[in-house]
């Protein structure tokens, strides 16, 4: 793709660039260094906690590719509504949003998003924590801005008739990614994570069909045993 268009990655909760597993004390490279194995024109780490920016500022110091770097210590919602996320068509935007809840992805920041004519969306949608185990709380509260209405970038989900919490979460699920085909995405297929009682999908999104194939290929030669989900 380099051939072809300037390659920007972008991560719109980048973190501090070092993850830790708490149980083991395990340490690894966060989003922000797998990105840089490879060969992007520039890279945007967006990181709303300050002091998880100045650490993830901090280590990237150093980096060999600290030049083609823009760290924006700043809520992605807040960087997204002020039109600084929006790239011309010779740039190949690949962004990765991994947000801790839905609240965290409102429609109309995805929507800035796909605005650009050149974006592939890799994407964590948490239905779990986010939806399935609030469901009850949805349907009880008598707001008309709940993170489920800014999520779904809707309201008529006060309408709906489902068996259970998961049905309701599926269709939810449903709803989103239907929105974001609507502006001509393709939607993938949907790995679930982890593979027993999962807490969310991951799942990209690219107008290109040669992105379903690369991800396809990708699904069949990582054997993990997780579950795919196809709508």
């Not at 919490?165 to 502006?183: P, W």
């Not at 969310?200 to 290929?217: D, G, I, M, Q, V």
Request: glycine share 6%.
């Amino acid at each position: 793709m380099r051939r072809k268009w300037r390659l920007v990655y972008l991560d719109v909760m980048a973190g501090p660039g070092l993850c830790k597993i708490d149980e083991s004390g395990e340490e690894f490279a966060g989003s922000p260094f797998v990105a840089l194995d490879f060969e992007f024109d520039e890279f945007i780490f967006i990181e709303e906690q300050s002091n998880l920016a100045d650490a993830l500022k901090t280590r990237l110091s150093g980096h060999a590719k600290s030049s083609k770097v823009k760290i924006i210590p700043e809520s992605w919602l807040t960087v997204a509504e002020s039109r600084l996320l929006e790239f011309n068509s010779a740039t190949l935007v690949v962004a990765f949003v991994d947000p801790t809840g839905i609240s965290k992805v409102p429609m109309s920041a995805i929507r800035a998003l796909t605005k650009n004519p050149k974006i592939d969306l890799l994407l964590t949608i948490q239905h779990s924590l986010g939806i399935t185990w609030n469901v009850p709380q949805y349907l009880k509260s008598t707001s008309e801005s709940t993170a489920l209405d800014r999520f779904l970038g809707a309201r008529d989900w006060r309408t709906w008739e489902a068996k259970s919490a998961g049905e309701f979460a599926q269709r939810a699920v449903k709803h989103f990614c239907d929105s974001i085909e609507s502006d001509g995405f393709i939607g993938t297929r949907h790995i679930s994570v982890p593979e027993t009682q999962p807490l969310y999908r991951f799942t990209l999104f690219s107008r290109h069909p040669l992105a379903e194939k690369f991800w396809n290929e990708i699904l069949k030669s990582d054997e993990t045993g997780q579950r795919a989900f196809g709508f």
